[in-house]
């Protein structure tokens, strides 16, 4: 999973026709640790999806424009605009983000 650093990288990336994921992570929080222990498989599986990580507390405002208010978080682009939101409370174990990928209809 590529790391975006940038506000500039973030809008590069998820303006493209591709469909991108975001997770949206913090280093200090424990959900985000568990959650990197079963995404690697996850990421292979559904390789449609070009993969991104931002760290919330370095990009703020990208966070609080798409509503990102719990982390982790998993949102989709394509072409600029937030296609579906896996919310925290409902990212917790590898069930639950299948099950969100599952359901995306692009």
Same mark, same amino acid.
């Given at each position: 999973m590529e790391k975006i650093t940038s506000a500039e990288q973030f809008y590069d990336i998820i303006n493209g026709s591709d469909e991108? #994921?975001? $997770?949206?992570?913090? =280093?200090?929080?424990? %959900?985000c *640790? *568990?959650? @990197?222990?079963?995404? %690697?498989?996850?990421?292979? $599986? +559904? !390789?449609?999806? $070009?993969? +991104? %990580?931002?760290? *919330? @507390?370095? #990009?703020?405002?990208?966070a609080d424009k798409f509503e990102v208010m719990g982390i982790p978080s998993?949102?989709?682009f394509? %072409? =600029?605009?937030?296609?579906?939101?896996l919310h925290s409370a409902n990212a917790k174990s590898p069930a639950q983000v299948t099950d969100f990928l @599952? !359901?995306?209809e692009g």
């Open positions: 991108t #994921l975001v $997770k949206f992570e913090a =280093g200090w929080c424990p %959900d *640790r *568990r959650m @990197d222990m079963f995404i %690697d498989p996850i990421e292979e $599986k +559904y !390789s449609q999806f $070009k993969w +991104y %990580d931002v760290n *919330r @507390d370095a #990009l703020p405002e990208i998993l949102l989709i394509k %072409d =600029g605009e937030k296609k579906a939101h @599952d !359901s995306y």
